[in-house]
């Protein structure tokens, strides 16, 4: 339960910051240092955490698709504040 909340607290970071649709690797990066720690395993494991339960979707090695199916609520955020971000 703590990693799902762990992830959903990585999606509302994101979302917060405008990014409704697809976001860069490295700004996911850097999310994941500013929440859960700056060392690379941690940021490596929380990259494989995050899409093997179906939080995001690797595009290319360089951008991930943001999946809503398990945090919908952040939908009504994303409605309210407007999609500010294309990635």
Avoid: H
Avoid at 27 to 56: A, P, Y
Avoid at 57 to 86: H, M, R, S, T, W
């Amino acid at each position: 339960m703590k990693t799902l909340d762990s992830c959903k607290e990585i999606m509302k970071f994101l979302v917060e910051r405008g990014f409704a649709s697809q976001v860069q690797r490295t700004v996911l990066e850097k999310t994941i240092m500013v929440l859960r720690g700056m060392d690379k395993r941690t940021v490596q494991n929380w990259l494989r955490t995050l899409e093997s339960l179906g939080f995001i979707k690797a595009v290319n090695p360089y951008v991930f698709e943001l999946k809503f199916d398990q945090c919908p609520e952040l939908l009504n955020v994303i409605i309210e504040n407007g999609q500010k971000k294309l990635m």
